[in-house]
């Protein structure tokens, strides 16, 4: 910084440092920049969190090669929105692991956040967020999708997930009898 | 993208997992295991995780209805 700047032009520099403190600069695999919150993205991403802590955060947007652009989108969207928010007791709780901590009921606005997905891209959301260690996200996500199952046949649930039968009729017939003590009725 | 080229078959078994602990239903987890080989792998349990398909989540006498609500 030049000693010999007017004052308005250093404290618009101030400013600008200040903002590039407050955020970090991702890329995602195809390119696209994204602006995230350093405070969200430290809270919300163990690994993010590492990254800024290890100070392996480019200015010039930080290489995720494993997400693309519509995904990397949505992280930083649930991020920013998080960044206003004041963090919830089942938030700062979250940093027990999503295997075996108690499910957190997804609050209001991130059931909008994830209902208005298409499946695709709920799918690349559900991976990132895998990816990034964002057990929160996790939640809400795969909420969402267990949702889109329940109370569903096995031929409604491949409806909705767009996956063929692989199976061979006498071995859908062997787990169904396998299983059949999970069936009220069949 | 991922989705476009696997799609939900191929969903990692971890996240799968993930996504059946959140089913609290037998009968629908028995549905998710019938769906195809790759979901019903995911319920083979790990060392050290609850299996998926035994521990009594409900009740029996809160079991659903067939054609009742999910």
């Known amino acids: 910084m030049e000693v010999d700047k007017g004052k308005g032009e250093a404290e618009e520099t101030r400013k600008v440092a200040e903002a590039d403190r407050d955020t970090v600069t991702l890329k995602s695999s195809d390119g696209k920049l994204f602006e995230v919150s350093k405070e969200a993205a430290a809270r919300l991403s163990t690994v993010l969190a590492g990254m800024i802590a290890g100070g392996s955060i480019d200015d010039n947007g930080t290489d995720l090669k494993q997400i693309g652009s519509e995904a990397l989108e949505n992280v930083v969207d649930y991020c920013n929105k998080h960044a206003n928010s004041i963090p919830s007791a089942a938030l700062i709780s979250s940093s027990i692991s999503f295997n075996t901590a108690p499910f957190k009921e997804p609050e209001e606005w991130e059931r909008k956040f994830v209902d208005r997905l298409s499946h695709d891209a709920l799918f690349d959301l559900v991976e990132a967020a895998n990816f990034l260690g964002m057990e929160r996200l996790l939640d809400v996500t795969c909420h969402k999708i267990s949702e889109m199952m329940k109370g569903k046949s096995p031929d409604q649930i491949r409806e909705v997930f767009n996956i063929k039968n692989d199976y061979t009729k006498e071995e859908l017939e062997e787990i169904r009898q396998e299983l059949a003590w999970a069936f009220y009725d069949d | ?70």
Do not use: H, N, Y
């Not at chain 2, 349990?45 to 035994?54: D, I, K, N, V, W």
């Open chain 2, 1 to 70: 993208m991922a989705a476009t080229l696997d799609g939900w078959k191929c969903l990692p078994t971890v996240l799968l997992r993930s996504v059946i602990r959140r089913v609290p239903c037998e009968a629908d987890r028995a549905s998710v295991a019938l769906v195809c080989r790759s979901w019903r792998a995911a319920f083979a349990t790990p060392p050290g995780e609850a299996p998926l398909l035994l521990p009594p989540q409900l009740p029996w006498l809160l079991r659903p209805l067939p054609g009742g609500p999910a």
